[in-house]
């Protein structure tokens, strides 16, 4: 019984997560349109000497790998608020929980690549290419990989023992 209420605040934390990502994606993109001005080039007094200046560049396409490494979390989030929910309701060995792990997975890989995004979008604007790559989300990647592999052995395990008994 306690599991099952562990697994319900977890879930739920999960959602609400997921919840307020997609409300700060909102607020980004507020932000952009109030912030920037959008002009990729602004090109001003030519013919007495030439002055091209891209302000807004910077902060839109920043706020939008921003926007796309939030989006990657609440997908992760809204997975594990999944995997939760199936946990609760006692579904251990479905093949469900491991396709949602499968997916957890990708969205870590994914996250390793692309979180450093912003910044390094930031930094290619000011002529500094640093392009990080993030380790964490790699190893939490690979664990999460692990534990699917091992989910999947369980659900084999499980149909046949369904079928002996």
Do not use: H, Q
Not at 8 to 21: E, P, S, T, V
Not at 32 to 46: A, P
Not at 64 to 78: D, K, P, Q, R, S
């Amino acid at each position: 019984m306690k599991d099952k209420t562990l697994f319900k605040i977890l879930k739920w934390c999960f959602y609400i997560g997921a919840i307020f990502l997609s409300i700060g994606i909102i607020g980004l993109l507020v932000l952009g349109l109030m912030g920037t001005k959008f002009t990729l080039f602004d090109v001003t007094n030519l013919p007495a000497g030439l002055t091209i200046t891209s302000e807004g560049v910077i902060n839109i396409w920043t706020i939008l790998a921003t926007i796309l490494v939030i989006m990657m979390v609440i997908g992760l989030f809204w997975n594990v608020a999944n995997l939760f929910k199936n946990l609760e309701n006692d579904k251990i060995f479905v093949k469900e929980n491991t396709d949602i792990l499968r997916t957890v997975a990708n969205c870590l890989f994914v996250l390793a690549i692309i979180s450093k995004l912003p910044e390094f979008i930031a930094g290619a604007m000011n002529n500094s290419y640093n392009f990080n790559f993030d380790f964490s989300y790699l190893i939490m990647g690979l664990v999460v990989w692990a534990a699917m592999k091992v989910m999947e052995r369980a659900n084999l395990i499980a149909e046949e023992n369904e079928f002996t008994v």
